[in-house]
T-cell receptor, first 115, second 112 residues
Framework: AQTVTQSQPEMSVQEAETVTLSCTYD???????LFWYKQPPSRQMILVIR??????QNATENRFSVNFQKAAKSFSLKISDSQLGDAAMYFC????????????FGTGTSLTVIP | KAGVTQTPRYLIKTRGQQVTLSCSPI?????VSWYQQTPGQGLQFLFE???????NKGNFPGRFSGRQFSNSRSEMNVSTLELGDSALYLC???????????FGSGTRLTVV
């Protein structure tokens, strides 16, 4: 089974600053999808950004961008101009393109935004 | 459009009882997946249903089961509850997993 590792259980950032959350994954497949999800205290998981492995260009969604390094199996999330509303648990997730609709999640990084 | 709706939001059950959780996906989404979230194990995949058929199953004992109805609504059932079943149970629907899931707010199950 694929494994997803988030090595930073907790991170903090000053409001308006930039923070990068790390994620690595282990797979022997070449075709897959990667995601970052945010889970605020309301519990609902919200999709932040997605990346197709076959695309070399890094995905960007407003203040959120990724650094996708396929050879290194690394998929970090950069949050620019951090806002108080960004405080949440962030989960990195992997989905194979070939073996069904099962996502593998990392253990999460708790992000605190300091006013 | 309405999101993924899970009911109930909170549930307290006694060991040995059984429980049924409900999930209504986004209209048009035929795939429904269930995850168990605990502080120790994180998010673990339970199963996925597509057009009323279980398409994929995680490594959970047979006490955990589910089904999907013709309107794509799904239920999961846990029989003979154990203390370790206490968790947040998340339901997620998708048109295609390539675009990611839309999650519900979950059902918090406490087994006492």
């Amino acid at each position: 089974a694929q494994t997803v590792t988030q090595s930073q259980p907790e991170m903090s950032v000053q409001e308006a600053e930039t923070v990068t959350l790390s994620c690595t994954y282990d797979t022997s497949e070449s075709d897959y999808y990667l995601f970052w999800y945010k889970q605020p205290p309301s519990r609902q998981m919200i999709l932040v950004i997605r990346q197709e492995a076959y695309k070399q260009q890094n995905a960007t969604e407003n203040r959120f961008s990724v650094n996708f390094q396929k050879a290194a199996k690394s998929f970090s999330l950069k949050i620019s101009d951090s806002q108080l509303g960004d405080a949440a648990m962030y989960f990195c997730a992997y989905r194979s393109a070939n073996t069904g609709n099962q996502f593998y999640f990392g253990t999460g990084t708790s992000l605190t935004v300091i006013p | 459009k309405a999101g993924v709706t899970q009911t109930p939001r909170y549930l307290i059950k006694t060991r040995g009882q059984q429980v049924t959780l409900s999930c209504s996906p986004i209209s048009g989404h035929r795939s429904v997946s269930w995850y168990q979230q605990t502080p120790g194990q994180g998010l673990q995949f339970l199963f996925e249903y597509f057009s009323e058929t279980q398409r994929n199953k995680g490594n959970f004992p047979g006490r955990f089961s589910g089904r999907q109805f013709s309107n794509s609504r799904s239920e999961m059932n846990v029989s003979t509850l154990e203390l370790g079943d206490s968790a947040l149970y998340l339901c997620a629907s998708s048109l295609s997993g390539n675009f990611g899931y839309t999650f519900g707010s979950g059902t918090r199950l406490t087994v006492v």
